[in-house]
């Protein structure tokens, strides 16, 4: 049974994730690298939205990092039900989704990242999930002008281009105008990633 802890400064972060392997790879890595009684964090894991819910009536979850592709009810159930809770909570994607209609759905949705787990580790996850607090200003800005963005497409009839910049080393989602990421520090060379959307007129 995992022990919940009550200290103010300890930051609880649901994983919610079916792959067993996964949580059992992470598992290890925070206790071999002590992550938890260094950075006052607890890891809290449930691998279904039932499950997820439960979890988040039972405790004050700080942040969540969410599998969109869960069995029997998908993740976007779940980001619409943390939505409806009156505390703001930081949700992180960390998915095996990639099409551009998937990221555009998901930035739409007011997540705070999106990371695809074909292109980042594990223990990269982690060390964003350390220094989420840092960085959230800058993310708050990059999911401002992806939301901006996709509203601009909503109200086209057309297929149109959403232009995205994502970091080469960790693939952290990044402002057109950034030069550095930062989640890594790795310099960013000036070559947006064009994704094509569909509005919902032209996909009816």
């Known amino acids: ?7 103010s400064k300890v930051r609880n972060i649901l994983i919610v994730d079916s792959d067993k392997e996964l949580i059992r790879n992470l598992k290890d890595y925070l206790d071999h690298h002590e992550i938890q009684v260094k950075y006052n964090l607890n890891f809290v894991f449930a691998n279904n939205c039932k499950e997820a819910l439960r979890k988040m ?9 969410l599998e ?10 779940l980001l619409k039900e ?21 990221l555009a759905r998901l930035a739409s ?3 705070d990242n999106i990371f695809i787990k074909q292109l980042m580790k594990m223990e990269d996850l982690v060390q964003v999930i350390i220094g989420y607090g840092n960085q959230k200003a800058e993310l708050d800005k990059v999911l401002l002008e992806l939301q901006s963005q996709i509203k601009s497409l909503a109200d086209t009839d057309s ?15 990044l402002s057109r105008d950034a030069y550095f990421c930062p989640n890594c520090g790795q310099k960013i060379v000036k070559a947006s990633q064009v994704l094509s ?6 996909s009816a």
């Open 197 to 202: 959307v569909k509005t919902e007129s032209e």
């Open 68 to 77: 969109i592709l869960l069995p029997i009810i998908n993740g976007y159930y």
């Open 159 to 173: 297929q149109a281009q959403l232009k995205v910049i994502q970091c080469p080393r960790c693939h952290m989602i």
């Open 57 to 65: 009536s039972e405790m004050e979850i700080d942040l969540v990092t």
């Open 82 to 102: 943390i939505k409806k809770e009156k505390r703001k909570i930081p949700v992180i994607v960390y998915t095996r989704l990639k099409g551009p209609q998937d």
């Open 109 to 111: 949705l007011e997540v």
């Open 1 to 7: 049974m995992e022990s919940i802890k009550t200290t």
